[in-house]
């Protein structure tokens, strides 16, 4: 079985990209594929039990105690992974992170790459390297996550102008929190919108209400037809 893999973004903080990248995590699984979850730099740590967790990784494992997880730097602070590894005197290495996304895909069918934040994230002032140069050196297609109500038409079109500066496959722009029944009119119109101004592909996910493994599944099931070949 081939080797596939993404790199999921998104256009701010709080979009999404988590809840998202679980559910490709699933749908993967359920679908036959050995599925790892890579979260390169992970910020935000906190202590329980004597240990330090990884809360996006945590969110993964609430859901699958199959999915394989897996970090290469472990950061406290609700900060860009830059300035907690600077607070922390962390040096960061992308020789690093690549030799452990590459661990993963020796193990993994799929591995869904998670990054922080957007693509200009800092991740290391001393190199000045952001998110979007953690997706170039693990040569990812990209996966962007943007929200659905007014003012994301700029985010989403700004991040995808960003992510292909950079060289970065874009496969598509996932737009969370879609309600089509809406009264909302940007809401209501915004993939229209954006299928004017990108001729990347657009994916809607909707609210919801109860987020399990099987609600997760039944949207992300439909979503992964096509994504690898």
Not at 20 to 43: I, R, W
Request: aromatic share 8%.
């Amino acid at each position: 079985m081939m080797k596939a893999g993404f790199f999921i973004s998104g256009t701010d903080t709080d979009v999404g990209k988590s809840v998202v990248t679980l559910g490709l995590a699933l749908a993967f699984e359920k679908a036959g594929y050995k599925t790892g979850v890579f979260k390169p730099l992970q910020s935000g740590a906190y202590w329980e039990n004597g240990g330090l967790k990884a809360p996006d990784l945590e969110f993964v494992r609430r859901f699958s105690k199959t999915i394989e997880c897996r970090y290469s730097y472990l950061l406290e602070g609700e900060c860009s992974p830059a300035l907690a590894a600077d607070l922390a005197s962390a040096e960061i290495s992308m020789e690093k992170i690549k030799a452990d996304f590459a661990d993963m895909q020796r193990t993994c069918d799929i591995v869904l790459a998670e990054g922080a934040g957007g693509l200009l994230c800092p991740v290391d002032f001393a190199q000045k390297y952001t998110m979007a140069d953690v997706a170039a050196a693990l040569n990812l297609p990209c996966l962007l996550v943007g929200r659905p109500n007014l003012g994301t038409i700029n985010h989403c079109l700004m991040t995808d102008r960003i992510a292909k500066d950079f060289g970065l496959d874009v496969k598509a722009l996932i737009i969370n929190k879609y309600t089509e029944d809406t009264k909302d009119t940007a809401m209501r119109h915004v993939l229209a919108e954006l299928a004017v101004y990108t001729d990347t592909p657009l994916i809607a996910v909707p609210c919801f209400e109860a987020l399990t493994a099987e609600s997760l599944i039944a949207v992300f099931e439909h979503k992964i037809n096509g994504m690898i070949g």
